[in-house]
Structure formats: structure tokens, C-alpha cells
């Protein structure tokens, strides 16, 4: 079946498509290039087909989804990717979407910014048995990226992401703690509050829609492919470069904030997937970096608590192997006042200071959390006070010269 892919009321290509299976088979025609997905078009102006179908790909569930496997036998569907013809591509998190060749809508009756949508889809995702055998399956919820449970929901008329946790449901708790260390520091950040969903009380985040139906989310990864690596250059110099070329405002500046907020809290996942840049859809100018999301993933989530080490030099991700390593890459230090975090972990004892809470961090683990926070705190002042001095040190010998 042939669609054409729109952006907003703007098409872009004619595609030609599986149904059933929702795969792309060719692009036959680019109307605009310029607003195909950001890294696949060479530079030469051809199509790079393959990218094409890795962007698609990534719009659908990942098979990783915690119980996707259940939630598709469910829905009678082979792969999550069957998903995205059923909700037409649409997304919140930008203004792409595949039209039919014989349907005539335009983006303002399908989007899913100024129409409701239906739960079904997100329900089945959380373990949910649906209400009937008509299930609606036109919903945002199908292109929903990322390994936990999530779903969207309309909450006094704005859009709201609501995501789980895994193994210590940690994760939602985590979101929470990030936005307050994020906005006492003056970091452009998402606010995430904590609830607790379903008969269970499970704990999950929830976050209103950062993204307007004037504005898209391109990932990190889709900005680092706009040039090609130099042979010797490390991936953040790559990624400034790629930002640059871009015309990406304040790209240092927004790097230098997601390093520290991912130090403090130790980050293991922020990928290039999950941290990226907004831009106007009918300018087609960036706006700059998208304020920080998808926190979950640290203070050791994952680690039982007789385990967890507050000075333990973590993992970390997107340029380097550990955060002991990727804090140097930060450049103005003196932006940081970390003294504002001082009284940070009586803002944590209140987040905790409930029997649901406790029910699934007990009073060990959350000491645990607010021991491994305070240390890293000190860590980081210290790091900042080394490199102070190091710069100090060779500004004085360049004087000497």
C-alpha cells in the first residue's frame, strides 16, 4: 500500500508499505528533502534507505518492552511494528505521520495534541485485561520508545507520560529526586511527579509533554550523523561539531548541564536515544537542547541494596566510560553553585514520607540513596576544585613564556 509521509499538512515522500506488517518497502518520491528525518538523506541528496528504516523502526515499541511479549499475544500481533499503520506513525513527541493515498484528512483532525486518544493500548502495556473485545489501537501509545512500562494519558486536558520501574521500582522515585536536584541547580529539566497506579499502588512518574504541535524531539543520535567522524577525534567533539553545523544554540552550555546532573545522580543510561534537541517544525530552525528527561536509570536502580557503594566510580554513557572520566569534558565549571544542594536530602526523607513509598523503598535503601547522592555531591566539588586548579596552574605558566 502506497502512503504519503507528512509533516504536519507538509508532504515529504511517498513511501510504499506492508500493512500487516508495517514495514517500509521503498521510498519512491522525496517531495522535500529538507524535511526528511534528520540523517537520512546523504549528502549527495539520494535517499538513505536504511536509515529510513531504522527512524520508522524506532518510532514502534522496542521487543524489550517489559511485557510487550504479553501485551502482543493480547492484541493478536506478531511485532509492535504492526502498530504503526494502526495509529497512522503519529506521535507526541513530533509532527511526523503517514497518510494513506486515498485518504483525504489533514494533520489537525488525526494528531493526537488537539484530539483525545484511546487507553487501550497503554492499559494492555501496564498488564491491564482490556474492557472489551473492539479495541481501539489509534494511540500515542504505539510509538512510545523505551524499555519500561509507559503510557499516555490526558490529565486536565495536557498530554502525560506515566512510566514504571523494574526491578526495585526505583526508577519513578529517581525521576522525581533528578527534578529536584535539576531545579535547584537551574537546569532546564522535566518535571516528574510520583504517583502510585492500579490495585498494586506501584509507583510510577508522570511528566506533561515537553513537545507543542509547533515543535519535534530529534534525538542525539539523529544530530550525530549529520557529518561524518574525524579520524582521532573523540565522540564529544564529533557531537559539538555536529551541533555546530546545525546552528544548535547554547550546545556546550546544555552538555555541560547534562553531564553534572548525570554525575550527581549516576546515570548509567543517558544514550544518545534518550537526550536531544527540539526545533521548529515550520521554521525547521533549532531551538535548542530539549530540557532533561528519562533520569531513571541511576542511583544504582538496579543494584540490591547491601550492595550499593555511595563512591563507586559508575558506568555512564554518551561519551565516555565512566563518570569519573566524562565530568572532565565539562567546560565553565564556575556555572555550578553546588551548595544549593546542601538541604537536598530532607527534600528526599518527604519524597519517601509515605506508607506506599516505603512499601517499595524501605528506610535502608533510602538511606542508602541519600548517602550515595551526598558523596557524590563532595566528589563533584572536588572535581571541579581539581580542575580550577589545573587551569590555574597552566594559565600561570603560559604567563611564564
Not at 11 to 17: D, I, N, R, S, W
Not at 371 to 391: A, N, P, Y
Request: with cysteine.
Amino acid at each position: 500500500m502506497r502512503y504519503q509521509l507528512m509533516q504536519k499538512n507538509i508532504p515529504v515522500a511517498q513511501l510504499k508499505m506492508q500493512e500487516e506488517t508495517g514495514y517500509i518497502l521503498s521510498v519512491d518520491e522525496v517531495y522535500d528533502a529538507r524535511r526528511m528525518p534528520l540523517g537520512t538523506i546523504f549528502p549527495d541528496g539520494k535517499v538513505n534507505f536504511s536509515a529510513v528504516s531504522h527512524w520508522w523502526k524506532k518510532r514502534s515499541i522496542p521487543m524489550s518492552r517489559s511485557g510487550i511479549v504479553q501485551a502482543l499475544h493480547m492484541l493478536q500481533l506478531d511485532t509492535p511494528q504492526e502498530l504503526l499503520t494502526k495509529c497512522l506513525g503519529l506521535s507526541l513527541s513530533d509532527q511526523y505521520w503517514i497518510r494513506p493515498e486515498n485518504m483525504q484528512q489533514n494533520w489537525e483532525e488525526v494528531n493526537f495534541f488537539q484530539h483525545d486518544f484511546s487507553e487501550d493500548i497503554g492499559n494492555i502495556l501496564f498488564g491491564s485485561k482490556p474492557g472489551s473485545d473492539s479495541l481501539e489501537m489509534h494511540s500515542p501509545d504505539c510509538t512510545a520508545d523505551g524499555w519500561l512500562k509507559k503510557k499516555w494519558k490526558i490529565v486536565n486536558g495536557e498530554r502525560c507520560l506515566i512510566k514504571g520501574g523494574s526491578n526495585f521500582f526505583q526508577e519513578p522515585f529517581n525521576e522525581v529526586i533528578a527534578s529536584m536536584i535539576a531545579e535547584k541547580l537551574q537546569i532546564p529539566h522535566v518535571k516528574y511527579q510520583l504517583s502510585f497506579e492500579g490495585k498494586n499502588h506501584m509507583p510510577v512518574s508522570i511528566c506533561t509533554d515537553f513537545i507543542t504541535p509547533r515543535t519535534e524531539l530529534i534525538t542525539a543520535s539523529a544530530v550525530n550523523t549529520v557529518i561524518p567522524i574525524h579520524q582521532g577525534e573523540s565522540k564529544y567533539q564529533h557531537f559539538i561539531r555536529c551541533c555546530e553545523s546545525l546552528q544548535i544554540p547554547n550546545a556546550q552550555k546544555s552538555l555541560d548541564e547534562m553531564l553534572v546532573l548525570d554525575y550527581l545522580i549516576a546515570n548509567q543510561d543517558r544514550h544518545m536515544g534518550n537526550f536531544g534537541v527540539i526545533r521548529n517544525v515550520d521554521t525547521l530552525e533549532f531551538v535548542g537542547f530539549a530540557p532533561l528527561f528519562d533520569c531513571g536509570t541511576s542511583l544504582r536502580y538496579d543494584t540490591p541494596t547491601v550492595y550499593i557503594e555511595p563512591d563507586l566510580n559508575v558506568e555512564s554513557q554518551p561519551f565516555c566510560q565512566f563518570h569519573d572520566e566524562q565530568i572532565g569534558l565539562v567546560q565553565h565549571t564556575e556555572r555550578f553553585d553546588l551548595s544549593v544542594l546542601k538541604d537536598i536530602s530532607r527534600d528526599i526523607e518527604v519524597l519517601f514520607n509515605s506508607d506506599m513509598a516505603c512499601a517499595y523503598i524501605d528506610e535502608k535503601r533510602q538511606k542508602k540513596l541519600i548517602d550515595v547522592l551526598k558523596c557524590r555531591t563532595e566528589m563533584l566539588e572536588s572535581h571541579f576544585l581539581e580542575m580550577t586548579e589545573s587551569e590555574e596552574e597552566i594559565e600561570s605558566f603560559e604567563q611564564t613564556l
